[in-house]
């Protein structure tokens, strides 16, 4: 008995036959990663089955077609936007079946020219735009107003998922502030305070880190209190100056946590006081100078939040919903690394890859 089906079947059923994703099945068809030996497999074999013949004029047609897509992101706190810079391009020169022209548009920082760069893009003239959502408050009907011409969003390093965006992709930020929390509670003993240094709280990434580090603290810390959030703005100014009048404070706090990036305004107002051996702190992402500073052991660890990992699959996303209609999951939170001096060399490497 012959199992093949009399009409060819396309992805979609495909697909429903082996119970996975659309995207799993076309990436599998067309060899592209993301997809293990075995289902991959799975997928040639019903596809075979079912009698799959692709549809070269629907493939010949995303061929021809160009996106344009424009990346805002700030130019302040260079050492995480770079990396993510780099992570949309990699996935731009990857991407099959169009050709894909990136106009990479740039403000001061978070809060400050975000909102009106996105609304000078508000003109129909980008398929689809990534962004990091600063205030979400703010930036809500810009997006409704794209939503409604058509052009698609995409939001990485934060979240405004009360907006009309077609994804997220970030770090787990609830996640890192608990894991700062948990580290420091298990080399501070005695009681006494800790700081968190934080970015904006408008900013659901720097709110969720500074809930997610208060709970855990609480949790596993009962004997370490947590002083009143220093927000930082992400100025490097800022950050020094609210350090000094943190360190002004008697007692002096036994660990600090940095929730941003923006942490060397902060540390190098520790070394000027002498104070890296007394306080512990835990700080976010990795770049060389802190590099240096985790290998001397004047940092206890730093949460990689995967910048560069976030940029490419925004932007994979952004394609494959442009292309194909396929709509990724609502949100994708990444877990953050954790680097400790011991581990340093082998994140270094991948760096440098």
Known sequence: ?????????????IAKALGISIGTVDRALHSRPGVSPKTCAKVLKM???????????????????????????????????????????????????????????????????????????VSGQYDGIILVPGNPAKISPILDRLARQGTAVVCVASDAPRCQ????????????????????????????????????????????????????????????TLLPAIESHESQQGAYNATLDLLARKPLPLGIYIGTANSMPVLRALEERHLLDDIRVVTTDLFPELAAMIESGGILATLYQRPFTQGKLALEALIRFLLEGVRPASATRLAPYIVLRSNLSLFLNQQGS
């Open 165 to 224: 965006r077609l994804t997220s992709i970030c770090a787990d930020a609830s996640v890192s502030g608990g894991i700062a929390a948990e580290l420091l509670s298990r080399c501070i003993q005695r009681e006494g305070t800790v700081a968190a240094m934080t970015g904006d709280l408008k900013t659901q990434d720097h709110a969720e880190k500074l809930r997610g580090f208060a709970a855990t603290l609480a949790t596993f810390a009962p004997h370490l």
């Open 47 to 121: 596809a075979e089955t079912l009698n799959y013949k692709p549809n070269v004029a629907a493939r010949n047609l995303k061929l021809n077609r160009r996106l344009k897509i424009a990346v805002h992101l700030p130019i302040q706190i260079e050492s995480f936007f770079d990396q993510l810079r780099a992570g949309v391009r990699a996935a731009a020169t990857t991407a099959l079946g169009a050709t894909i022209d990136l106009d990479f548009r740039e403000y001061p920082r978070i809060g400050e020219g975000d909102v009106e760069l996105l609304e000078a893009d």
């Open 1 to 13: 008995m012959n199992d093949r089906v009399s009409n060819s079947a396309g992805i979609k059923e």
